[in-house]
């Protein structure tokens, strides 16, 4: 496995490890793979002091199958799965796959973790275009393990994910536009209300359990939703005077400082990982 060494490409790293795989970071610059390491080794000891390490090695286990390389040959060779995590440049993309086109087997995978590149663009004209595919994980990616893979059946600009955060995300923007809710209310509604099951249950599943079933559900209710739905402004521009209203509702309640939110990223993640062993244990039950 040979990975980019962002937050995306350590998480990959500390994902892979903790399922017992060997894994090398690869980047042309011989610090960045040092740095790299450095935090992998400062996540992982701070994971397993509380508790929340995946897998079952421990992390001295787990960070003895991470190391550093910087020859790409050497990298790649004997790899089952390579993920690429650079940045969401088309180009440096196109060109990591066409080095690695020319030294892989038939057999390994060649994965992308971009976020909004499309696979036709970064892959085309490639010998093993066959073995490429875009894996890109949920933001943050560790704490989102075991990931549940999802098929895209058709390329689409923004994939599927992206897609729906962006709809919820304009139309929250336009309520707030308009001035019919604070921000902070609005994310009350997504975090005290919809979120809550979301976490569980998807938007289709949940139009099937608020009525008798799917087509009951869509006798009842579809003229009321198209009803709403044609009231929904045109897409936002995200900026002017909504942005600095947003930005200072945002940062009355987590100042924009590093300090700070790193603070609220973490403890972000420590709900996430809190969620995601109520999901599992609610999942075996």
């Known amino acids: 496995h040979t990975q980019s060494n962002g937050l995306i490409g350590r998480s990959w ?6 399922g017992g795989f060997k894994v ?6 011989k610090q960045q793979i040092t740095n790299a390491l450095e935090n992998i080794r400062k996540e992982i000891k701070t994971l397993e002091q509380s508790g929340l390490l995946k897998g079952s090695l421990s992390s001295d ?3 003895a199958l991470i190391s550093g390389c910087t020859d790409l040959k050497m990298a790649v ?29 038939d057999k390994v995978v060649l994965s992308s973790s971009t976020s909004c590149l499309l696979p036709s663009k970064i892959f085309s004209g490639l010998k093993h275009v066959k073995q490429c595919i875009v894996a890109h994980p949920v933001n943050p990616p560790y704490y989102k393990i075991g990931l549940s893979p999802v098929r895209i059946l058709k ?3 923004g994939m599927i994910l992206t897609r729906i ?34 976490a569980f249950i998807g938007p289709l599943e949940t139009m099937h359990l608020n009525a008798e079933g ?7 209710y579809s003229e009321g939703m198209k009803h709403v739905l044609k009231t929904f402004g045109p897409i936002p ?12 509702a945002m940062c009355a309640h987590i100042p924009a400082d590093p300090a700070h939110l790193a603070a609220r990223r973490q403890w972000r993640d420590e709900c996430l990982m809190k969620l995601a062993k109520l999901k599992s244990q609610m999942q075996a039950e």
């Open 13 to 18: 790293a500390m994902l892979f490890a903790s």
């Open 24 to 29: 090398k970071l690869y980047d042309i610059e």
């Open 61 to 63: 286990q787990q960070l």
């Open 77 to 105: 060779e004997g790899a089952m799965h390579i993920q690429e995590c650079t940045p969401e440049n088309l180009e440096l993309k196109k060109k990591v796959f066409s080095q690695l086109d020319l030294i892989v087997d």
């Open 155 to 157: 390329e689409i600009d």
């Open 165 to 198: 955060q962006y709809a919820i995300i304009s139309e929250a923007w336009r309520l707030v536009d308009e001035g019919l809710v604070s921000p902070s209310d609005l994310d009350t509604v997504m975090s005290d209300g919809l979120g809550m099951r979301y």
């Open 214 to 220: 799917m087509l009951n559900y869509c006798e009842r």
């Open 237 to 248: 521009d995200f900026s002017g005077a909504t942005l600095e209203n947003v930005h200072q």
